[in-house]
């Protein structure tokens, strides 16, 4: 079809034609490049054309860009990846000496939006590692819901590799730290999962549940290592092969009231180093026995006013009673509100509970400082913190995924992520930042600093021209955090500065 005079005669590039494509839209008249000449032979030469370049609409000539769905984005959110960047570079470390490079990449970057980014699932992973800078620390990254379907069996198929990453971490806990083992229940609603079993709570909750067992470093208040297990199986079952499948020689075990150190007999026999520490019932005869409730001594440095008595007992073994003002405050509060609901108060059951109100008695097989045995009990439920955040804010208690490998490749990403989370809870901590907001909210604060794309990589600067529309508290938050230089100071004028040049 003939290109109407009136278009071909608007200004376009040189060498260039107008091709109509026949069809009405702003697109009909193409201007392609004239790529050469074809020679005929016996003929005239005619003319080849080239790439399109450009349109006639509306009587001017466009230029073609870009189609938006190509474009690549210039700025991404920055401040909370940044902030986990900081604690993790020595993750990475440990997981190239283990997994290859493309893996070790996706393990951080999946660990790492887990943290950044509360709630998400696999189907939305892609799309949060492309508009944060989880997507500039660990480039070309697959994260298409079946990549990471995918790669979490195989993570969880590839035992020794994830064994071969726990002893790198363990041989790094120096060695006057304390080790304990704990573990926590996650709810698995996964019909194809063996690991998935009703355990004894999990009865009452009408779901099925899994069983993780984490060690953790009293002093640093870190998880070194941790191992999936059945939620209906026992606590000795699963300690005992925890203990063997991870080598772990030395340490304390904290299990829950009514745990038998006996169950475990032959692995304490084995390990002289590894001890236990287990919570006895607030009815056992040996806390009268040996006047456990007579205090004679408080816990100094602590968040908390405690009180506190050491008894050796027969067997080698030792009775530790603590009794904390916070806990007992807290326990009366709910019995009064029990007794309120119930109208059955009576001044002599009130009396028989009140004397225990935030009373815990331990025993040991280990004569321990006082103080280090209460952080064993107390570092716990820190750490049980950080798991419910990621069973509750963050969705990790549902595994979300299909089979045995799965949940247990699964798991170990969020072990990388629960122990990112405990070190960002300590630098903002010191910082003094969570006495002025919580984690959660300063997790969201710094979430809204966005940042350009072609930024420099070193350590930006507050006020820089490749902040995005970031708030000044934010900024504060941010060179709080050490992730953002402040903007210098001027210095005081020189005397005669503001006389000099003055006649």
Sequence with gaps: MAVPKYIREVPRPVNTVVIDNGKDGPTRYAVRERKGVQYVSGGNPQPQNGRVIGHIVDGVYVPKSRVVTDAVA???????????????????????????????????????????????TDGRLGTHYRRTYVSKYY???????????????????????????????????????????????????????????????????????????????????????????????????????????????RGIIVADKGFPPSSIKEELSERPDLHFLTPIKRNDTRIAKNRMLEFDSVITGV???????KAAIKGGRYLYAYKSSNKARAEEAAYLSRR?????????????????????VFESDQDLDPKTAYSCYDDRWLLEL??????????????????????????????????????????????????EVSYGDLMDDLASAWREVDAPDSLPETGDKYWVHTLKTVFEELETLGLSKPIPKPGPKKRGAAEKGSG
């Design 340 to 360: 309120e609901k119930k109208q059955d108060f009576t001044s002599e059951g009130y009396a028989k509970k009140k004397e225990l109100f935030g009373v815990i």
């Design 74 to 120: 210039t700025m991404l959110s920055y401040g909370s990846v940044a902030f986990v960047h900081s604690v993790s570079s020595d993750l990475m470390t440990e997981l190239l000496q283990v997994y290859n490079v493309k893996d070790a990449y996706r393990i951080m970057a999946i660990a790492m939006l887990r943290v950044v980014k509360p709630k998400v």
């Design 139 to 249: 480039p070309g990254v697959a994260l298409s819901p079946n990549s990471v379907c995918n790669f979490m069996q195989h993570l969880g198929q590839a035992g020794k590799q994830r064994k071969a990453f726990y002893q790198l971490r363990m041989a790094k806990v120096i060695a006057n730290h304390h080790i304990a083992i704990d573990g926590t229940l996650k709810q698995d609603t996964s019909a194809v999962n063996d690991l998935s079993a009703f355990s004894y709570k999990a009865k009452k909750k009408g779901c099925q549940e899994v069983s993780v067992l984490y060690a953790y470093d009293i002093e640093t208040t870190e998880p070194i290592c941790a191992e999936v297990f059945p939620g209906n199986s026992t606590d000795a079952a699963s300690y005992r092969s925890f203990i063997r499948d991870n080598d772990i020689r």
């Design 386 to 435: 950080v798991f419910n955040r990621y069973k509750s804010d963050e969705c990790l208690d549902k595994t979300n995924v299909q089979g045995d490998f799965s949940v247990i490749g699964s798991e170990f990403v969020n072990f990388i992520s629960t122990v990112i989370t405990c070190r960002l809870i300590k630098k903002a901590r010191k910082a003094g930042l969570l006495n």
């Design 303 to 309: 968040n908390d006013h405690v009180v506190y008595k």
